[in-house]
């Protein structure tokens, strides 16, 4: 199975672990955190170098987290539960994590299409660094903070792990819930130790994806959590370019009308880029990339399926691909025999599956654009 089938069910089940020990599902977390372990230590064994021990070292972690649920709950000085207990730890051990940011290997070269969007981030983000005496003379600064918006899977976290190999930097990968507590002062505490983790390397990327769940508009959130907590991201974005040239931070989002307008100042996202939905030379290169080493029939017409995926988002493709895949494959056992994935099984789940993003969500995000 593919490193990013391990990576995307570690987070998931890691997630959904944290939350079930916040519920005080005790049961539950210990399943998550064992299943989270075993995709982690996977990705450990495709890893190299310190990336590799410092992966396997998370993964030893959640085993033993796994394993101190076991034992059932028990008070500490306190009066505290081990669910609560594990909050403390799981805030330390995301602490860790800003610590040991990730090394992308990947780079704009394994995106398909999306080039006007790579050639825009090139000329605001990637040349500054790997030009930066030319980028001087023209007075262009590196570093600031930069806002992905777009439809959903249309691979804005893909472009923001690939900016951080493009420059070989470390890359902060952090979802709300990892920064957000229901304990008071907690949140600001893990912002903070986020933002002065990623300041202590020579550049570094940090990147927040559903951004709008950390910087909603205070107009149309009561939230005391919130009230606290968007000054503080402003206040840490506020001249971002100007004191932290080595550091940039990627904000994506499916809701850039839900943001909190001072977030979108200059000084704090000085650059808003759309991310949209794949035009038909990436879609090809996606079908591609997606049925690839399967057994495909000779009648497979690429390019007339590309024709029929207009409006389909990169996510919808891939998950298209995997149905076929699974309908060949359901056939394969039933017949005993080998089966090819042909034209007609592509056609029969394009019929059956209808894009993700429908017209209106697209015209709202064209409004958007028109206006910013």
Known sequence: MSLEFHLTNYERYRKDGIAAHKGGDAARARFCF????????????????????????????????????????????????VVQEGEGEEADADGDRFLA???????????????????EIRLKIIYPYTHRELAEQYGIQGGGGILFYGPPGTGKTMLARAVAGEVECPFYNVKPSEILSKWVGEAEK????????????ERAVIFIDEIEALAPSRSENQSSVMARLVPQILAELE??????QGLLFLGATNEPWSLDPAILRPGRFDERIYVGLPDHTAVLELLAIHLEGKPLAEDVDLERLAQLLEGY??????????????????????????VLIDQLT??????????????????RFEEYRSQK
């Open 34 to 81: 064992l299943k989270a372990a075993e995709h982690l230590f996977q990705v450990a064994q495709a890893s190299q170098g310190r990336l590799k021990t410092e992966r396997a070292r998370r993964a030893q972690e959640l085993l033993e987290m796994a394993s101190r649920l076991e034992e059932g709950p028990r008070n500490n000085a306190a009066g505290r539960s």
């Open 101 to 119: 940011p990730e090394r992308p290997g990947t780079t704009f070269d394994s995106i398909a299409g999306l080039e006007h969007v790579k050639d």
């Open 190 to 201: 893990n912002l903070a130790s986020l933002f002065a983790s990623a300041r202590e390397q």
């Open 239 to 244: 001249g971002f370019s100007g004191r932290s």
């Open 313 to 338: 988002s990169g996510a919808d493709i891939r998950n298209l691909c995997r149905k076929a895949a699974d309908v060949a494959f359901k056939k394969a056992i039933e017949s005993s025999e080998a």
């Open 346 to 363: 592509l056609l029969a789940v394009i019929r059956e599956v209808e894009p993700s993003v429908s017209t209106r969500d697209l015209r």
